[in-house]
């Protein structure tokens, strides 16, 4: 397993909101917001805290950030704040 690439929440942020995004119930989902997490474990170092789903449906905008946070998690380190 390869090392998370380190990453501004900036970045990271764009990253999860292309995804958001691209899924077409969230697509005018508003913003994200993450928070680094005091003490990481082998889930890494940053999670979701709370989001805006615009017009989107929050429930199935819930369901999709789940599913990118678990796909980005061990591949991003998030490094400072923005």
Same mark, same amino acid.
């Given at each position: 397993m390869t090392a998370p690439v380190k990453i501004s929440e900036k !970045? %990271?942020?764009?990253k999860i909101m292309? !995804? %958001?995004?691209a899924r077409a119930s969230c697509i005018d989902a508003r913003?994200?917001?993450?928070?680094?997490?005091?003490e990481p474990g082998e889930t890494g170092n940053w999670?979701?805290?709370?989001f805006d789903p615009g017009r989107g449906d929050r429930y199935t905008c819930k369901t999709a950030l789940r599913a990118i946070?678990?796909?980005l998690q061990g591949?991003?380190?998030?490094v400072g704040r923005s």
């Amino acid at each position: 397993m390869t090392a998370p690439v380190k990453i501004s929440e900036k !970045l %990271l942020n764009e990253k999860i909101m292309d !995804l %958001l995004h691209a899924r077409a119930s969230c697509i005018d989902a508003r913003s994200v917001m993450l928070e680094l997490v005091d003490e990481p474990g082998e889930t890494g170092n940053w999670r979701i805290g709370h989001f805006d789903p615009g017009r989107g449906d929050r429930y199935t905008c819930k369901t999709a950030l789940r599913a990118i946070h678990e796909s980005l998690q061990g591949q991003f380190e998030m490094v400072g704040r923005s």
